[in-house]
Structure formats: C-alpha cells, structure tokens
C-alpha cells in the first residue's frame, strides 16, 4: 500500500544541494516557496521560484543521478516526500501527477533546448516552417543527401508558396534518384526501420508520432547558422519524439538514424491507451526524460567553458556519468561508440576550429583512439578532471 510522508523545511534550509548524490526520493511542495540556485547558472538566467503543486529534486531522483541544483526554502515549507520505487505505484494511483510531471519535463526540454542552442551557437532559430529549408541546405551541402531530401520533402509540404520553393524542387527532384530516404509520410506502421544517415523526423516539422528505439542509435540535432549541434545521441530502449504528442507544437530538433534503425511508433492512441493500461512505461517514460534533462543540464554547463579541450574531456565525463559505471572502482575503462568529430559536433564546436581541437584532444592522456572510437582508460581521471575544468569556469 502506497504510503507517502509528508516532510517540513524551515525558512533558509536546504531541501536538496547541488552536486550531492542523495537523490533517491523527491517532494511535491504542499505550502509555502522555494528558491532554485545553480553554481552555473548561465548570466542573466531568471530566478526560479518554486511553490505549490510545484516538483524538487524529481529529475535527479529518476534519472538516477546527483542533484543538478540548490533548492532553498524561502518560507516555512511543507512537502509530499516520494521515494524512486514508490513511483510504478503513485502512477497507478494518481495518473495526473506523473501526467503532470511528465509534461513539466516537456515544457523544460523545449526551453533547455533553446537555452543550448544559444549557448553552444551563440544563437536561436525559430519553429517555423521555412526553418526545414535551412536544414535541408545544411546537410545537402554537408553531403548528406539521404537526410536533406526528407527536410526539403517536408519544408515543400509546409510551405508550397515558401520563400525557396523553386530551389527545394529542384533540389528534390536531383536527390530523388539516388536517395535511400523513406517514410516521408507517416504511416500506420507500429515498427518502421530506417537505413543509416536517413531523417525521421526534422526540427519545425509538425508530427503525431513518438518513438521507441528498438535496434540501432538515434542522433537528436538542431541546424543553426549553418552548423550543428547533437543535443543527445540515442540508443535501444530510449524514447524520443514524445513532445509532439504531449504539446502539439512543431519539433524542436532534428532526429536521424546514426546507423540503421529499427523503431516502434507511439501515435497519439495508443499513447492514450499506455497512459491508462501500462503504467510502467509510463514510469520508463519518466525516467528517460528525466535522465535527458539532467544530460541537458550538464550540456548547459559544458556550453558554458571557453577552451575547446575542455569541452571535449567534459563531454566525455558526461558520456561516462551517464552510463552510471561504478567510479570507485580503479581503472574503469569505457568504450565509446562516439568518434572524435561525433564528440566535437555534440559541444558545437565550429567545424574551421575542430582540426586544431581534436588534435590536442588526440594528445590528451585521458584518451585513446580504438577503431576510430574513442576510449577512456581510466574513467574516475576523467570524470575528476572534467570537475576542475567546470569549477575553474565558475
């Protein structure tokens, strides 16, 4: 039977510390209000102020990981206290909280999205539609014609009397010969697969599906003045796409098969059906956009460092952290699947840098190169010394 304490914090008092690994429950604020403090806080970042109905501690608490902020009591507070295995169970018994939570973490993607988009390439781009011709011209001149093809598909469907139309036919027509794009139309199909270095979806495209990985690895990118950051890379088990079902608004990034992918679709009815009939993946849902926020929140922190190296090794801690591997132990090695440019694309490092950058990073003693795949031969280093670099930035 599922039993829920409720807890008090006095004014000034700490609920959760950022950094700390005690992350196993999180709370529901019942009265008063609290203040969000992040040592990294981006400049001219608003204050976040939380009170109730509002969540602390809940994306560190399911994903798993350690506090991603300070949380303060501005007041006398009081709060539901919710432990990470008496989630499956509050699902059952009270849908519209995980509902809740599930599209707070929505809302929070969307906006960190754009905070890293900023950060990394100094700049935003609006969700409109005449954005997918920008996309398609990024990877046709890149010379990624599979991917570009789809994009030029979808800005032409989107905008027929659109700025570039002339061009995008032109453009369609010469790649549609050769290309191996498919689905560029949804379809009824519950598991679709999708050949290596072709587009599932595209950034300001309208869809109803969301995605579950069934075989292969998924690249989740944003286009913006003609460069590219990788925002996450996915792989079997993971989610993605789930914002367009949750918000209905236009995707907020780019999803494409890093290597050949075997997908199931989630369209709005059977997500309906989930919600109601199987709360544990509703509880894996949760959990998987709750460790891709904290992903993001680190990302933030990675946008934020000045030297090139430094954002290589500190991209390569977050690699390492995300798979949870046991630090304590000496000599954790971890092989990558992720080559060098793969890890200088995910920083937004500009392509007339990345020669230079991966350069030293070939130098570097916390790396190896195996195959072409990066390996970390001493993971705790690693992780060690990617802390300096974050706190010699603060």
Same mark, same amino acid.
């Given at each position: 039977?599922?039993?829920?304490?409720?807890?008090?914090?006095?004014?000034?008092?700490?609920? *959760?510390? +950022?950094?700390?690994?005690? &992350?196993?429950?999180?709370? #529901?604020?019942?009265?008063?209000?609290?203040?969000?403090? !992040? $040592?990294?806080?981006?400049?001219?970042?608003?204050?976040?102020?939380?009170?109730?109905?509002?969540?602390?501690?809940?994306?560190?608490?399911?994903?798993?990981?350690?506090?991603?902020?300070?949380?303060?009591?501005?007041?006398?507070?009081?709060g539901i206290s919710v432990r990470r295995d008496q989630y499956p169970e509050l699902i059952m018994r009270n849908t519209p909280i995980a509902m809740k939570i599930i599209r707070s973490f929505a809302n929070s993607m969307?906006?960190?999205?754009?905070?890293?988009?900023?950060?990394?390439?100094?700049?935003?781009?609006?969700?409109?539609?005449?954005?997918?011709?920008? *996309?398609? +011209?990024?990877?046709?001149? &890149?010379?990624?014609?599979? #991917?570009?093809?789809?994009?030029?598909?979808?800005?032409? !469907? $989107?905008?027929?009397?659109?700025?570039?139309?002339?061009?995008?036919?032109?453009?369609?027509?010469?790649?549609?010969?050769?290309?191996?794009?498919?689905?560029?139309?949804?379809?009824?199909?519950?598991?679709?697969?999708?050949?290596?270095?072709?587009?599932?979806?595209?950034?300001?495209?309208?869809?109803?599906?969301?995605?579950?990985?069934?075989?292969?690895?998924?690249?989740?990118?944003?286009?913006?003045?003609?460069?590219?950051?990788?925002?996450?890379?996915?792989?079997?088990?993971?989610?993605?796409?789930?914002?367009?079902?949750?918000?209905?608004?236009?995707?907020?990034?780019?999803?494409?098969?890093?290597?050949?992918?075997?997908?199931?679709?989630?369209?709005?009815?059977?997500?309906?059906?989930?919600?109601?009939?199987?709360?544990?993946?509703?509880?894996?849902?949760?959990?998987?956009?709750?460790?891709?926020?904290?992903?993001?929140?680190?990302?933030?922190?990675?946008?934020?460092?000045?030297?090139?190296?430094?954002?290589?090794?500190?991209?390569?801690?977050?690699?390492?952290?995300?798979?949870?591997?046991?630090?304590?132990?000496?000599?954790?090695?971890?092989?990558?699947?992720?080559?060098?440019y793969d890890v200088a694309n995910m920083c937004g490092i500009p392509k007339e840098q990345q020669a230079e950058s991966l350069l030293r990073l070939q130098s570097d003693s916390h790396v190896r190169f195996v195959n072409?795949?990066?390996?970390?031969?001493?993971?705790?280093?690693?992780?060690?010394?990617?802390?300096?670099?974050?706190?010699?930035?603060?």
């Amino acid at each position: 039977m599922l039993q829920l304490s409720f807890v008090n914090f006095r004014k000034g008092s700490y609920l *959760v510390v +950022e950094g700390k690994s005690e &992350s196993d429950r999180f709370f #529901i604020i019942q009265s008063g209000n609290v203040r969000a403090v !992040k $040592a990294t806080d981006t400049p001219g970042g608003s204050v976040k102020i939380l009170g109730p109905g509002d969540f602390v501690g809940v994306i560190p608490c399911m994903s798993g990981h350690s506090q991603i902020e300070t949380i303060i009591a501005l007041t006398d507070v009081t709060g539901i206290s919710v432990r990470r295995d008496q989630y499956p169970e509050l699902i059952m018994r009270n849908t519209p909280i995980a509902m809740k939570i599930i599209r707070s973490f929505a809302n929070s993607m969307r906006s960190m999205n754009e905070t890293l988009t900023k950060l990394t390439l100094n700049n935003v781009v609006a969700d409109t539609p005449e954005h997918m011709f920008d *996309v398609a +011209e990024f990877y046709d001149k &890149s010379g990624f014609s599979d #991917i570009a093809i789809y994009a030029y598909y979808q800005y032409l !469907k $989107a905008c027929p009397r659109g700025t570039y139309v002339e061009k995008a036919k032109e453009r369609f027509i010469v790649l549609k010969a050769r290309t191996h794009a498919v689905f560029f139309e949804s379809t009824p199909d519950l598991l679709r697969v999708y050949p290596k270095n072709t587009m599932i979806f595209s950034e300001s495209q309208s869809g109803p599906d969301m995605f579950i990985i069934q075989d292969g690895q998924v690249k989740i990118s944003k286009v913006v003045n003609n460069n590219e950051v990788t925002l996450a890379m996915l792989k079997k088990g993971d989610m993605f796409g789930e914002m367009a079902l949750l918000e209905n608004k236009p995707r907020s990034a780019s999803a494409i098969a890093h290597d050949q992918c075997k997908l199931m679709v989630v369209n709005r009815q059977n997500f309906d059906l989930m919600v109601a009939t199987q709360p544990q993946l509703i509880a894996r849902l949760t959990t998987m956009l709750a460790d891709r926020l904290w992903s993001m929140y680190r990302q933030i922190d990675n946008a934020n460092l000045k030297d090139p190296l430094h954002k290589l090794i500190d991209m390569l801690a977050l690699q390492v952290e995300k798979t949870k591997l046991n630090l304590t132990q000496a000599n954790v090695q971890y092989q990558s699947d992720l080559t060098a440019y793969d890890v200088a694309n995910m920083c937004g490092i500009p392509k007339e840098q990345q020669a230079e950058s991966l350069l030293r990073l070939q130098s570097d003693s916390h790396v190896r190169f195996v195959n072409g795949k990066i390996l970390v031969p001493d993971c705790t280093e690693l992780v060690k010394q990617a802390a300096f670099y974050r706190k010699q930035n603060v």
